[in-house]
């Protein structure tokens, strides 16, 4: 069955540090977003990004964040000097069509130190 | 702003018991609505899903919801549980924007978290 992977599973950085998300959603969906959570607190929207393009995005996601589909596979969420409060588990997601389900990738925990 | 909020932190049941997780939402119209399951150190998978129609639905590993707008309510239930749905149990609303039309954007309540005992 296909799914979405991301990676890594695990990622350690140093405030003020870059960062780069992997995820390669479903190969034939159309729609691709990013989610966060931080420990104990709800699943939050970022960003979805469909048509090469940023559709919508929540206000967490400011100048520090971007997204890209550098090519037909993967989507990326970089994060360009990440901050302690950055810590969190992201969920990247697909889907197919406009009203579809999403499908979740199993998450990278990101810890900022 | 829509909302969700699903008023139990943590739930504890006994293996075999009956099962309802309260889900309540905050929007102008009818949303699109989800329940998605996360055990330990997975990604989150979707139980079910109601768009429109039967208020009543089924969905995956025995569980299903009723959606009753009168309460603006998405309860999941199951009436049978098992030990391997322990797991945290989360709620999500996809609001549509002017003409029906959404990017997809879920909005998820806080999470249940059950614990089953045998």
């Known amino acids: 069955e296909p799914e979405v992977t991301q990676t890594p599973s695990h990622q350690v950085t140093q405030m003020g540090q870059e960062v780069i998300l992997r995820c390669v959603p479903i190969?034939?969906?159309?729609?691709f977003y990013w989610y966060r959570q931080i420990l104990g607190q709800k699943v939050e929207f970022l960003v979805s990004f469909y048509n090469n393009e940023i559709s919508e995005k929540s206000e967490i996601f400011d100048d520090q964040f971007s997204v890209e589909r550098p090519d037909g596979s993967n989507f990326t969420l970089k994060i360009r000097s990440t901050k302690l409060e950055d810590s969190a588990m992201y969920f990247c997601a697909s889907r197919l069509t406009r009203g579809g389900e999403q499908y979740f990738g199993p998450g990278t925990r990101l810890t900022v130190t | 702003a829509q909302s969700v909020t699903q008023p139990d932190i943590h739930i504890t049941v006994s293996e075999g018991a009956s099962l309802e997780l309260r889900c309540n939402y905050s929007?102008?119209?009818?949303?699109?609505l989800f329940w998605y399951v996360q055990s330990p150190g997975q990604g989150l998978q979707l139980l079910l899903k109601?768009?429109?129609?039967?208020?009543l639905v089924q969905g995956i590993k025995g569980f299903e919801a009723e959606f009753k707008r009168s309460q603006s309510s998405f309860n999941l239930r199951k009436p049978s549980v098992h030990w391997s749905d322990a797991a945290e149990y989360f709620c999500?609303?996809?609001?549509?924007?002017?003409?029906?039309?959404?990017?997809?954007?879920?909005?998820f309540g806080q999470g249940t978290i059950l614990t089953v005992h045998p």
């Open positions: 999500a609303v996809e609001g549509l924007g002017a003409g029906g039309t959404s990017y997809g954007k879920l909005t």
């Open positions: 929007y102008g119209a009818t949303p699109y």
């Open positions: 190969s034939n969906h159309l729609y």
């Open positions: 109601y768009f429109s129609g039967d208020t």
